[in-house]
């Protein structure tokens, strides 16, 4: 199982039920033609996400991995999404010490009514990374990446 | 396990773009799959007796239904599977439909993604536990936040049904925009004749606390059980002594204070009742424009006061309660039209928005209910209606139709005729939009009976010539240019959301939308519940709309919470955090990032552990991301079972 051969890449979303997970269904309901690369994992609030995540996620094969919340003050949780920032915000900045090229890991906040914001952050992300190709590794990520294997 | 795994057709919705069939077939692969099929509709009654059936024949232990997105059936189906005989929590969804079928054609793409979807929910599945809910006890009070006709109805609603209701309304007075009104379309019916006995209602009711000039301070808490904190602002006048008498009014040397209530139409007094027939009919001090505050001399009204009300040294007053459900009615004011500079842009005196308008036409309004021009106070003779002012107009990001405009500015058009038999209405319009009961006609009878002069088009220009005003536009049906010369211009101003509404949704924990209107718990299926738990809403804060339908959605608001509220238990979701205890090492970390205090220190045979209140946690999953040592979990979303899912979609 996989994506399809020369069409598709792995792309990863991880988002919050209550906003972006609902802003991805606003933009199907509108029928808000998108590219099918994508996979989501709904996950209660951004704040749930553990950065190693988005690194087991990427390590395992993802080429892209794409993080969506509530906005800055507006999260179902109170401040689950500040959190999410400051840890995600670390993980990008950590990423390329791993020999991940950080554009294959974006982060950003869409509202459940934002169905078109949606269908424009998925389209931009899905362009990135096939503009980027599919991942290589460098000799660290490989290690990282056995390592990974080994501990399943 | 035994999982049967269920592709949802959803008629053409999903099979137009994805072979179910072939789904059905590579999830039969999957690891502890034991039946996997298609299904017409998965939710009608044959869909989930057909998932019963399956159940039993293949005793299955789990289910996992691919179809639309869970946020929409996810309760459907789990009840469904409890009817099997299955715990609620041994289900996952595929969204295959908003996620895949509906956002793109290629069937090849399609089928191949939605088979992945539902290897992931497989993935899942496999790890998931039967969760059971707790139940704990709940506070039966309602809070309505916000005054307006919405608020009252849903306040009176649930107060006849013997709920206790808290009212916060941050003017002095209830009423809302209703409360300004002089007539109401369709029937032109006078307003406050119909509000005015429900806001005395609203004072009267054994079961209301009206807290008024006061606002939602902050918010915590959950469904059943939220804590709030109200500030009552200092009005400083002592309510409990005011007798609303009016004296201090008559008295205020302050003449020219702005008049709120009047929509700046004349000016009014520092000391203010807002109308005669305000509730609670209380007096309070507006600080700008006080002698006492401005200058530290004055003290009239406390001198004329027959009942030594007044109080320069009054503070804010915090109120502090429980309630189980909370209405928030907080209505919507007008957008602030001067950005429009073809118009004036506030420069020209009788140019005037369609509320000032209503003050005009009101006979408790500061010009007892005689049209004046504000410039020289004559009365008017030919009058000029401009609809969609800052309404349905993308340049200024407001796209959207305010809904109420066409119909009042109707109605407006028939009372400028009723009180002055010799004036000449016309009103420039982009469309009309009369789809209520009895308003079509209405608009209708504009025309023909009062002989307002529709023009289709929008105007370019407004201004000064001599006494009068040029108001100059586009005839798009005549296809000319037309020029009237006005002596008063009403402007339909378009309506936002109430200032600060995103505000107090972030403490309600709601959302809103990119306009600040509060966001519905599902477009159609949930008008007046929000995605939070015990939290509803009513009138035009959720979406512009007119007095009929405001009503009923504080009714509706009404309905709900008294459902919630008329139970004695709740049952908490069984979806929130529990502590290894083994592997706590006592750090605290979790205790600090809670958002809503659910963790406690306990100690554990002289040991430091983290405990979760299971009532008080939300389920957010903050703790689990935090805790160094994983040994604090969220149930249902454990780091294995999301991590499963990402397994499912790696190559490595
Ligand atoms: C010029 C004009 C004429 C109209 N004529 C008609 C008509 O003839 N017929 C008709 O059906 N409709 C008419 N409407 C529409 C009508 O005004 C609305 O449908 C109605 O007022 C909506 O009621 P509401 O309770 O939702 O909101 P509102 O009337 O806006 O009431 C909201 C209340 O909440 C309070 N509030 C706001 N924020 C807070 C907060 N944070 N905390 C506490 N309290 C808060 C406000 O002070 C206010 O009292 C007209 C509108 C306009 C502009
Ligand atoms: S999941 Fe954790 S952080 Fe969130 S409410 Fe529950 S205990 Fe608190
Ligand atoms: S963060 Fe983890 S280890 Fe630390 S107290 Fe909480 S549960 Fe225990």
Same mark, same amino acid.
């Given at each position: 199982?996989?994506?399809?051969?020369?069409?598709?890449?792995?792309?990863?979303?991880?988002?919050?039920?209550?906003?972006?997970?609902?802003?991805?269904?606003?933009?199907?309901?509108?029928?808000?033609?998108?590219?099918?690369?994508?996979? !989501?994992?709904?996950?209660?609030?951004?704040?749930? !996400?553990?950065?190693?995540?988005?690194?087991?996620?990427?390590?395992?094969?993802?080429?892209?991995?794409?993080?969506?919340?509530?906005?800055?003050?507006?999260?179902?949780?109170?401040?689950?999404?500040?959190?999410?920032?400051?840890?995600?915000?670390?993980?990008?900045?950590?990423?390329?010490?791993?020999?991940?090229?950080?554009?294959?890991?974006?982060?950003?906040?869409?509202?459940?009514?934002?169905?078109?914001?949606?269908?424009?952050?998925?389209?931009?992300?899905?362009?990135? !990374?096939?503009?980027?190709?599919?991942?290589?590794?460098?000799?660290?990520?490989?290690?990282?990446?056995?390592?990974?294997?080994?501990?399943? | 396990?035994?999982?049967?795994?269920?592709?949802?057709?959803?008629?053409?919705?999903?099979?137009?773009? /994805?072979?179910?069939?072939?789904?059905?077939?590579?999830?039969?692969?999957?690891?502890?799959?034991?039946?996997?099929?298609?299904?017409?509709?998965?939710?009608?009654?044959?869909?989930?007796?057909?998932?019963?059936?399956?159940?039993?024949?293949?005793?299955?232990?789990?289910?996992?239904?691919?179809?639309?997105?869970?946020?929409?059936?996810?309760?459907?189906?789990?009840?469904?599977?409890?009817?099997?005989?299955?715990?609620?929590?041994?289900?996952?969804?595929?969204?295959?439909?908003?996620?895949?079928?509906?956002?793109?054609?290629?069937?090849?793409?399609?089928?191949?993604?939605?088979?992945?979807? /539902?290897?992931?929910?497989?993935?899942?599945?496999?790890?998931?536990?039967?969760?059971?809910?707790?139940?704990?006890?709940?506070?039966?009070?309602?809070?309505?936040?916000?005054?307006?006709?919405?608020?009252?109805?849903?306040?009176?609603?649930?107060?006849?049904?013997?709920?206790?209701?808290?009212?916060?309304?941050?003017?002095?007075?209830?009423?809302?925009?209703?409360?300004?009104?002089?007539?109401?379309?369709?029937?032109?019916?006078?307003?406050?004749?119909?509000?005015?006995?429900?806001?005395?209602?609203?004072?009267?009711?054994?079961?209301?606390?009206?807290?008024?000039?006061?606002?939602?301070?902050?918010?915590?808490?959950?469904?059943?059980?939220?804590?709030?904190?109200?500030?009552?602002?200092?009005?400083?006048?002592?309510?409990?002594?005011?007798?609303?008498?009016?004296?201090?009014?008559?008295?205020?040397?302050?003449?020219?204070?702005?008049?709120?209530?009047?929509?700046?139409?004349?000016?009014?007094?520092?000391?203010?009742?807002?109308?005669?027939?305000?509730?609670?009919?209380?007096?309070?001090?507006?600080?700008?424009?006080?002698?006492?505050?401005?200058?530290?001399?004055?003290?009239?009204?406390?001198?004329?006061?027959?009942?030594?009300?007044?109080?320069?040294?009054?503070?804010?007053?915090?109120?502090?309660?429980?309630?189980?459900?909370?209405?928030?009615?907080?209505?919507?004011?007008?957008?602030?039209?001067?950005?429009?500079?073809?118009?004036?842009?506030?420069?020209?005196?009788?140019?005037?928005?369609?509320?000032?308008?209503?003050?005009?036409?009101?006979?408790?309004?500061?010009?007892?209910?005689?049209?004046?021009?504000?410039?020289?106070?004559?009365?008017?003779?030919?009058?000029?209606?401009?609809?969609?002012?800052?309404?349905?107009?993308?340049?200024?990001?407001?796209?959207?139709?305010?809904?109420?405009?066409?119909?009042?500015?109707?109605?407006?058009?028939?009372?400028?005729?009723?009180?002055?038999?010799?004036?000449?209405?016309?009103?420039?319009?982009?469309?009309?939009?009369?789809?209520?009961?009895?308003?079509?006609?209405?608009?209708?009878?504009?025309?023909?009976?009062?002989?307002?002069?529709?023009?289709?088009?929008?105007?370019?220009?407004?201004?000064?010539?001599?006494?009068?005003?040029?108001?100059?536009?586009?005839?798009?049906?005549?296809?000319?240019?037309?020029?009237?010369?006005?002596?008063?211009?009403?402007?339909?101003?378009?309506?936002?959301?109430?200032?600060?509404?995103?505000?107090?949704?972030?403490?309600?924990?709601?959302?809103?939308?990119?306009?600040?209107?509060?966001?519905?718990?599902?477009?159609?299926?949930?008008?007046?519940?929000?995605?939070?738990?015990?939290?509803?809403?009513?009138?035009?804060?959720?979406?512009?709309?007119?007095?009929?339908?405001?009503?009923?959605?504080?009714?509706?608001?009404?309905?709900?919470?008294?459902?919630?509220?008329?139970?004695?238990?709740?049952?908490?979701?069984?979806?929130?955090?529990?502590?290894?205890?083994?592997?706590?090492?006592?750090?605290?970390?979790?205790?600090?990032?809670?958002?809503?205090?659910?963790?406690?220190?306990?100690?554990?045979?002289?040991?430091?552990?983290?405990?979760?209140?299971?009532?008080?946690?939300?389920?957010?999953?903050?703790?689990?991301?935090?805790?160094?040592?994983?040994?604090?979990?969220?149930?249902?979303?454990?780091?294995?079972?999301?991590?499963?899912? /990402?397994?499912?979609?790696?190559?490595?």
């Amino acid at each position: 199982m996989s994506v399809l051969k020369e069409k598709e890449l792995r792309v990863i979303g991880f988002l919050c039920n209550w906003c972006s997970y609902g802003g991805a269904d606003t933009a199907g309901v509108g029928r808000f033609a998108q590219p099918t690369d994508l996979r !989501i994992v709904r996950v209660p609030c951004s704040g749930r !996400i553990n950065p190693l995540f988005v690194l087991k996620a990427l390590l395992g094969g993802a080429d892209g991995v794409l993080v969506s919340g509530c906005h800055p003050r507006d999260c179902h949780y109170a401040e689950g999404n500040f959190y999410a920032r400051r840890r995600l915000e670390v993980l990008k900045g950590f990423l390329p010490v791993l020999g991940i090229d950080p554009r294959r890991f974006e982060y950003t906040w869409v509202s459940a009514s934002e169905g078109q914001r949606w269908q424009h952050v998925v389209t931009t992300f899905t362009a990135n !990374i096939h503009a980027l190709g599919p991942a290589s590794f460098s000799p660290e990520a490989r290690e990282l990446q056995i390592l990974n294997a080994a501990a399943r | 396990m035994r999982i049967g795994v269920f592709i949802c057709h959803c008629g053409s919705n999903i099979a137009g773009t /994805v072979d179910c069939a072939s789904v059905a077939s590579v999830a039969s692969t999957y690891p502890d799959v034991a039946y996997a099929t298609d299904i017409m509709y998965a939710c009608a009654e044959p869909g989930q007796d057909a998932i019963i059936a399956a159940i039993k024949e293949h005793r299955l232990t789990g289910v996992v239904v691919a179809s639309c997105t869970p946020r929409m059936h996810e309760p459907t189906f789990r009840k469904t599977v409890e009817r099997a005989g299955l715990n609620r929590y041994m289900f996952e969804m595929a969204n295959i439909r908003e996620h895949v079928s509906w956002i793109g054609k290629d069937m090849e793409a399609n089928t191949n993604k939605a088979s992945e979807l /539902v290897r992931m929910a497989v993935s899942k599945l496999r790890l998931n536990r039967e969760l059971k809910p707790k139940s704990f006890p709940v506070t039966k009070r309602l809070l309505v936040v916000g005054g307006g006709v919405a608020g009252i109805q849903a306040a009176l609603d649930a107060a006849d049904a013997g709920l206790e209701v808290l009212m916060v309304e941050k003017q002095p007075t209830i009423g809302g925009k209703m409360a300004k009104l002089d007539k109401t379309f369709p029937t032109v019916d006078c307003s406050s004749c119909i509000l005015g006995p429900r806001m005395v209602d609203v004072a009267q009711h054994p079961n209301i606390t009206l807290y008024a000039y006061s606002e939602v301070e902050s918010i915590s808490g959950y469904v059943g059980n939220f804590d709030v904190k109200i500030r009552k602002k200092a009005a400083y006048v002592d309510w409990s002594k005011c007798t609303g008498c009016g004296l201090c009014t008559e008295k205020c040397p302050s003449k020219k204070s702005y008049d709120r209530f009047n929509e700046g139409v004349g000016p009014t007094t520092a000391i203010i009742i807002p109308f005669p027939q305000a509730i609670p009919k209380k007096a309070s001090i507006e600080r700008e424009y006080c002698r006492q505050f401005n200058t530290g001399k004055c003290g009239v009204c406390a001198k004329v006061c027959p009942t030594g009300a007044i109080n320069y040294e009054m503070q804010d007053e915090f109120i502090d309660a429980k309630v189980g459900g909370i209405v928030a009615a907080t209505g919507y004011d007008l957008m602030d039209w001067t950005v429009y500079q073809e118009y004036g842009g506030g420069r020209y005196p009788d140019v005037v928005t369609s509320l000032q308008y209503e003050r005009m036409l009101s006979a408790s309004g500061p010009t007892g209910g005689h049209i004046k021009r504000p410039s020289d106070g004559e009365e008017p003779k030919d009058v000029v209606f401009i609809q969609c002012v800052g309404s349905r107009d993308v340049s200024i990001g407001r796209p959207y139709c305010s809904g109420f405009c066409c119909m009042y500015t109707a109605k407006q058009a028939i009372l400028t005729k009723d009180h002055i038999p010799d004036s000449h209405s016309y009103v420039f319009y982009m469309d009309i939009r009369s789809p209520g009961k009895g308003y079509d006609e209405f608009t209708r009878r504009v025309q023909e009976e009062y002989q307002a002069r529709y023009i289709r088009g929008r105007v370019s220009m407004v201004y000064p010539k001599g006494k009068k005003l040029i108001v100059r536009g586009a005839d798009t049906l005549m296809g000319t240019q037309v020029e009237v010369e006005a002596d008063l211009v009403v402007l339909a101003v378009g309506a936002e959301a109430a200032k600060g509404a995103p505000h107090l949704a972030e403490k309600l924990r709601i959302s809103y939308d990119s306009y600040g209107f509060f966001m519905e718990g599902h477009p159609k299926l949930r008008p007046v519940e929000t995605n939070t738990a015990g939290v509803f809403l009513a009138g035009a804060c959720q979406g512009l709309k007119d007095i009929p339908s405001s009503v009923a959605q504080g009714s509706a608001a009404a309905a709900k919470a008294l459902a919630l509220l008329s139970r004695d238990m709740l049952d908490s979701d069984p979806q929130i955090a529990a502590v290894n205890v083994n592997r706590c090492v006592g750090c605290r970390k979790c205790i600090e990032v809670c958002p809503f205090k659910a963790i406690q220190e306990i100690d554990l045979r002289g040991q430091p552990k983290a405990e979760v209140i299971e009532t008080v946690c939300q389920g957010c999953g903050l703790c689990n991301a935090t805790c160094p040592q994983g040994a604090i979990q969220l149930s249902h979303f454990t780091d294995n079972q999301l991590l499963a899912e /990402v397994e499912a979609l790696c190559r490595f």
